[in-house]
């Protein structure tokens, strides 16, 4: 599932993927897969993200049941 929240939220800091890749340690390969939803990110990324983004878990990384559902019809 793509994580459009976190391309939001990276965009309003104006950053790019390689300054957040950066930030918290990964490729931007890696960002960018996050992003796209061809990659899982282990717990410790994703609050790495929050810190450097300024957003909590919930708020990049949470999507509720119904949304979900809806994506998963989409693909």
Avoid: H
């Avoid at 810190?51 to 708020?59: C, F």
Wanted: with cysteine.
């Amino acid at each position: 599932m793509k994580n459009k929240k976190m391309k939001i939220a990276r965009m309003e800091r104006d950053m790019n993927q390689e300054a957040l890749a950066k930030a918290v340690g990964v490729t931007r390969q890696t960002i960018g897969m996050i992003e796209s939803g061809n990659y899982n990110p282990t717990l410790n990324l994703c609050i790495a993200i929050c810190d450097v983004l300024g957003k909590t878990l919930n708020d990049l990384f949470w999507t509720p049941p119904e949304e979900r559902r809806n994506d998963d019809e989409d693909t």
